[in-house]
């Protein structure tokens, strides 16, 4: 069985509720960030894990949250992407349906690193469920000291709004989202001035995807160093994947880097292989400007046919 930090809690009933999500050690990585830590330890602790922005850019996560600017008095922002619009994704609608509290966790520690007192989730239109089960965590969170005026009295401030957008893929790209968030038409923006310079209202924003931030809550529980032994080379902690297609076990999936394609979709601890007997003929590893993976053993056997003129 493949190590989980994200889904390790997900068959638990009721871990939507902030009184089971806590009896299981929910927001403890708050506890610690704000109780034990500065904001830049923080950040050096992201570092260290080398987390990558799992919206599927890949960039370094605290590399990006150390280049926000930080002007004397001007707020600072952020903004969690959660406009999931690539046909066959799933896993971030996964983790806001079932185990909401884990994104509001990740993002109180992550604001309390960047500075931000105000933080956004910018959620795809079409997720219309989803959204009154993320305002219900958030109320439960400050009901109970996590959000708001002086945060376990610590003196950090923060709220979080949800704000739907209106079903424009375009608002899958960052600038977009932000010109969106503003009340704008969805267009990408020139960069530079990148968002960690003049983001939302013009003010320095960090823009990440739902599981990158659910990613901070083991990374601070565990240490960064703990996260980067995990993966392999620079793809260090794991990773969800939206598994669907003409597979026995359709999902979201936890897997570490060290997993071939193959081995995924034919395990049983995964995918089970294909359906109706059939072989892996190819598969579409992300997004729809990704490059198809074509399986190694249908690339020799059309070689094979072609060779003997049955093609």
């Known amino acids: 069985m493949g190590r989980k930090l994200l889904l390790e809690k997900a068959h638990i009933e009721n871990i939507r509720l902030y009184d089971v ?3 299981e050690g929910g927001y403890r990585s708050v506890e610690k960030a704000l109780k034990t830590m500065s904001p830049d330890a923080v950040t050096e602790e992201v570092k260290k894990s080398g987390l990558r922005g799992r919206g599927g850019a890949g960039f370094p996560t605290g590399m990006k949250w150390s280049f926000l600017a930080k002007p004397e008095g001007v707020p600072r922002y952020l903004v969690v992407n959660a406009d999931e619009s690539e046909p066959g994704t799933f896993k971030d609608r996964y983790l ?26 910018y959620i795809r239109g079409e997720y219309a469920w ?18 708001g005026k ?4 610590t003196g950090y401030d923060l709220e979080i709004y949800v704000q739907r957008g209106a079903g424009a893929y375009i ?14 038409r ?20 960090v823009v990440n995807n739902v599981e990158t ?11 960064g160093d703990e996260y980067a032994k995990i993966g392999v080379g620079k793809s260090t902690g794991t990773k969800l994947i939206s598994a669907c297609g003409n597979i026995k076990k359709q999902g979201v999936y936890e897997i570490d880097m060290t997993i071939s394609v193959e081995e995924f979709i034919y395990s049983d601890e995964y995918c089970g292989g294909i359906a109706n007997g059939r072989k892996l003929k190819a598969c ?21 046919r072609t060779k003997n003129d049955e093609l």
């Open 150 to 153: 002086n945060i376990l009295g």
């Open 21 to 23: 999500y806590r009896r």
């Open 213 to 223: 931030i659910a990613a901070v809550v083991p990374i601070i529980n565990e240490g």
């Open 171 to 184: 608002c899958g790209e960052e600038t977009a989202l932000l010109e969106s968030l503003e009340g704008k």
């Open 96 to 121: 806001m349906e079932f185990i909401p509290h884990l994104l509001i966790e990740g993002m109180i520690t992550s604001s309390f690193a960047l500075g931000a007192s105000r933080s956004y989730i």
């Open 284 to 304: 579409i590893p992300g997004g729809s400007s990704v490059s198809n993976f074509t399986s190694k053993s249908f690339i020799e056997d059309c070689q094979r």
């Open 186 to 205: 969805g267009n990408p923006r020139i960069k530079p001035p990148f968002p960690a310079v003049k983001g939302l209202w013009d003010c320095p924003t």
């Open 130 to 147: 989803i959204v009154d089960i993320l305002e219900q965590a958030i109320q439960e969170a400050k009901n109970n000291g996590f959000l």
